[in-house]
């Protein structure tokens, strides 16, 4: 049996400037961090060892790899080059649609998994490139790559895309007491919705040449905030969450709606300085910077609505828990 942890994430802001439709004209870059709350991937032979047994969501039995319905865990098999296996897949939030890049932390997971089943050890930089091919090039998602490269380093990074599709990955250091602060300071409340991320990102992507200028202004967020956390600015934080949620807003329709909008106004009435809906928007989590002392007026602003879900950072990305199989 092997086990595979691997996290979800928060983008803070930069996010959309991850597409290759951005990035193959300006270069692309996001803050994000890895957060506590994990998908867990188990992987063990099959009884007879040449058919396969897939429990997710759904069950899936065979011996063909090709007619499997689940298409990342199919191109993972393919992949790694792995049949007769039986793979489980258990998760702390919701499995899709909740803006925390659970689809990519999926695929790093499995991936990992299989991996470790094959006896073989791969850096976090391979494991996102193959989570990247299969998502990406070969299922044609329109996504980014900021999400597989996150859930495969874990922690808080700086993530740069360049136009030769090559990624570079700093890792933001701060003292211990600021992290904790900032860390603190976040806050992530459920909106009930799931969603179809790739919806409303294909429309955000084939608007991305009529959105450079917000693309852009989003992109330059990131070394701003950058500075912020360098020079211990933190309450600079929750402003430019907004900022980047005012332009966030324009790229797409669907990435918020009457009802977002009144949960954000109420939480920024009640004390917080900023925030975003996660992911691609139109539901998932709403992430509020808010200083500790106002948080119990949010939480109260917003109950009744939105249910709050505590997180803390996460400086480990996906890793093999359990391995039996050495």
Same mark, same amino acid.
């Given at each position: ?15 959309g ?37 897939? *429990?997710? $969501?759904e069950? =899936?039995?065979? @011996? #063909?790899?090709?007619? &499997?319905?689940? %298409?990342? !865990?199919?191109?993972?098999?393919k ?24 689809s ?12 470790a089943?094959?006896?073989? *050890?791969? $850096?976090?930089? =391979?494991?996102? @490139? #193959?989570?990247?091919? &299969?998502?990406? %090039?070969? !299922? ?54 799931? @969603?179809?991320?790739?919806? &409303? ?41 907004h900022r ?35 992911g ?47």
């Amino acid at each position: 049996m092997i086990i595979s942890k691997t996290p979800l994430r928060i983008s803070f802001v930069g996010g959309g400037t991850d597409l290759k439709a951005f990035y193959q004209h300006e270069t692309g870059m996001v803050i994000s961090t890895a957060i506590n709350k994990y998908i867990y991937i188990g992987a063990h032979k099959h009884f007879d060892g040449s058919s396969f047994l897939l *429990k997710y $969501s759904e069950v =899936e039995e065979g @011996r #063909d790899v090709n007619t &499997i319905k689940n %298409d990342l !865990i199919r191109e993972a098999m393919k992949l790694v080059g792995v049949t007769g296996v039986e793979i489980v897949s258990m998760s702390d939030v919701p499995a899709k649609g909740t803006g925390l890049g659970s689809s990519s932390s999926f695929v790093i997971g499995v991936l990992n998994a299989l991996y470790a089943y094959k006896g073989i *050890k791969k $850096s976090p930089e =391979e494991l996102a @490139r #193959d989570a990247c091919k &299969i998502e990406i %090039d070969i !299922i044609g998602k329109p996504i980014g790559k900021q999400d597989q490269y996150i859930a495969a380093y874990g922690g808080l990074n700086k993530i740069t895309f360049h136009r030769d599709d090559s990624v570079e990955i700093e890792k933001i250091k701060m003292p211990e007491n600021k992290s904790k602060e900032l860390d603190s300071n976040l806050m992530l409340f459920y909106t009930g919705r799931t @969603r179809s991320a790739d919806t &409303i990102l294909k429309k955000q992507k084939n608007n991305t040449q009529n959105k450079m200028d917000s693309l852009v202004k989003i992109r330059n967020l990131v070394d701003e905030l950058r500075s912020c956390l360098n020079k211990d600015e933190l309450d600079k934080f929750g402003e430019l969450l907004h900022r980047n949620w005012v332009e966030k807003r324009k790229l797409a329709s669907g990435i918020t709606d009457d009802a977002i909008d009144m949960y954000y106004e109420k939480a920024l009435s009640a004390g917080a300085l900023g925030g975003k809906i996660c992911g691609a928007g139109g539901g998932g989590f709403l992430l509020l910077y808010c200083p500790q002392e106002k948080q119990d007026s949010v939480i109260k602003s917003l109950t009744g609505s939105l249910e709050e879900m505590k997180f803390n950072f996460e400086p480990e990305g996906s890793k093999i828990i359990f391995n039996n199989e050495q």
